[in-house]
Nanobody
């Protein structure tokens, strides 16, 4: 089992930045690729990005590439989502997830999930 806890969400104006954190406990964190997903009201959960076990490779949804950046610190069992140039359409609950495939973009490819953290971007 891997337990994941997200933090860092909040209210920010358009154009601003936030950094989300996801702290992991349980099984060896560095064995897992870590993904970020989000779910806006009335919409399905969607893939945002993923980072490989070592942190050397990342992959992003087109609409966030260049604005969002994922990093991880395996010594601290934590993965981060740095979000810059935020837009109102980025408003959602953001989830981190642990899985085996660093290129996985579907939620069913991930084994463990956090509870989510709300990000609200005002215009």
């Amino acid at each position: 089992q891997v337990q994941l806890v997200e933090s860092g969400g909040g209210l920010v104006q358009a154009g601003g930045s936030l950094r989300l954190s996801c702290a992991a406990s349980g099984r060896t964190f560095s064995n897992y690729a870590m993904g970020w997903f989000r779910q806006a009201p009335g919409k399905e959960r969607e893939f945002v990005g993923v980072i490989s076990w070592s942190g050397s490779r990342t992959y992003y949804k087109d609409s966030v590439r260049g604005r969002f950046s994922i990093s991880r610190d395996n010594a601290k069992n934590t993965v981060y989502l740095q979000m810059n140039s935020l837009k109102p359409e980025d408003t959602a609950v953001y989830y981190c997830a642990a899985g085996q495939n660093y290129r996985a973009t579907m939620d069913y490819d991930y084994d463990y999930w956090g509870q989510g953290t709300q990000v609200t971007v005002s215009s």
